[in-house]
């Protein structure tokens, strides 16, 4: 089934200030992508002595500059043509690149695309998940390529990365080892939600993977972050222990780690708040909402809790509430946590977006990816990764949800699309 997404008219100031941003934040990719290659570098790091620059990328980095080319036509950065003209490229060095039935392992060299072996030889499922996602946006907005979109995809086989016993995907498979991860993705309301909906969509995996997802652990996990609520419902002839936490009154479906990434990066492709407006939609909503109450309780001026850089590395964050295992915030904020939950609260994101400004948070590229907001510390440095996020986000919100849009158009997308309807129960009954 296909939707038509109509935008809500916005503020003409808003509307400049946010497309301004858009325009900084995809010329990282302008100037961080190899124009032979079509490959985006990981990141890059201001520091004493100039920019330091990582010659590597990943089937996530590849995927949010897919996607970020249709933003950038979408929005008139680029021209159309040139957008499509870029996007061939990487479709031709993806085809050239090494791959293992399919799949993406997880580093290549910008420069020359071949793959990093002396990182290892790791296939990861959910970066696989994200690359599929943005290919099949890709398929669909640029017709002419289509059909080469299309056969990468087709030939991205999830099938082996996934347990037939116990119902999940594998969190990866060790190429050179030749053994599986020792761990599944089992918890639903995570990042990987978009890969086991992309492979459910092209039928490498049964629909039943969907329900087999813990939505919170069964109440005999005590090792949890609290005892959860719920009842256990019949979805496609799988028991589904339908648990919930609650925490100051609200009722939430809880992440691993209670980081936003989690909580809202699948939403980028897969339209949730208004295909499952009872489900991962209203649950969207109450991890927004709780991350702004988790900043207020604190004193901190900002919220947005997730991984993010930090000086000299790269570190995870969340509200530990949210979480079945649960990140510490450390009063690190992340700007793009901060600019995807526009869809759920555009003011709050826009008054987030104005203090960063104030706090010298801006930077080349638009918003550095990080700050403590206890000593003002900001990390100058710029990932493909959150500037993906940022560029989706604000083109859903500014275009007509276009990278949602173009991915439901698809046939894989459409197809799955039965698996969004279920009711969280997040709101008592009265």
Do not use: C
């Amino acid at each position: 089934m296909v939707f038509v997404f109509v935008g809500e008219k916005k503020d003409q100031n808003e509307n400049k200030v946010l497309e301004k941003l858009l325009t900084d934040t995809y010329s990282y990719f302008s100037a961080q992508t190899n124009e032979a290659t079509g490959l985006t570098r990981d990141r890059i790091d201001y520091v004493s002595s100039g920019i330091k620059t990582y010659n590597q990328t990943s089937p996530t980095n590849i995927a949010m500059y897919l996607s970020s080319l249709v933003v950038a036509a979408e929005a008139g950065i680029i021209d159309y043509k040139e957008a499509e003209k870029k996007t061939e490229t990487v479709l031709n060095t993806l085809q050239s690149l090494d791959r293992w039935h399919g799949l993406f392992y997880n580093w290549y060299v910008v420069d020359t695309a071949k793959q990093m072996t002396d990182w290892g030889q790791f296939i990861s499922s959910v970066d696989n998940g994200w690359l599929t996602a943005a290919l099949m946006v890709s398929a669909e907005y640029f017709n002419p390529l289509e059909e080469q979109a299309n056969q990468l995809i087709d030939e991205m086989d999830y099938a082996y990365l996934f347990d037939e016993k116990v119902g999940q995907l594998y969190g990866g498979f060790d190429v050179e080892k030749n053994q599986y991860t020792v761990h599944h993705y089992g918890t639903f309301y995570s990042e990987t939600r978009l890969a086991s909906y992309v492979a459910i969509g092209k039928g490498d995996v049964p629909s039943t993977h969907w329900w087999k997802l813990n939505r919170t652990f069964r109440k005999s996990f005590d090792w949890q972050q609290q005892i959860p609520k719920g009842e256990v419902v019949k979805r496609d002839g799988v028991d589904v222990f339908q648990g919930y936490y609650e925490l100051d009154g609200e009722r939430f479906v809880p992440s691993w780690g209670g980081s936003m990434f989690e909580a809202l990066m699948p939403a980028l492709y897969i339209n949730e708040k208004d295909l499952a407006p009872e489900g991962l939609g209203a649950n969207n909503r109450q991890h927004v909402k709780l991350q702004q109450a988790h900043a207020k309780v604190n004193g901190y001026e900002l919220f947005g809790f997730s991984p993010a850089a930090i000086p000299n590395g790269y570190s995870e964050f969340g509200v530990t509430e949210l979480g079945v295992s649960g990140y510490e915030d450390k009063a690190v904020v992340t700007p793009h946590a901060t600019i995807m939950a526009i869809d759920y609260d555009s003011e709050a994101v826009e008054n987030n977006f104005t203090v960063m400004k104030d706090k010298d948070m801006y930077g080349e590229f638009g918003l550095y990816d990080s700050i403590n907001v206890d000593t003002g510390k900001v990390t100058p440095s710029y990932l493909a990764l959150d500037q993906g996020m940022i560029m989706l986000a604000l083109g859903n919100y500014l275009h007509d949800d276009v990278i949602r849009q173009y991915f439901h158009y698809h046939a894989y997308a459409s197809s799955a699309e039965h698996l969004l309807d279920e009711n969280f129960m997040l709101q008592a009954p009265k």
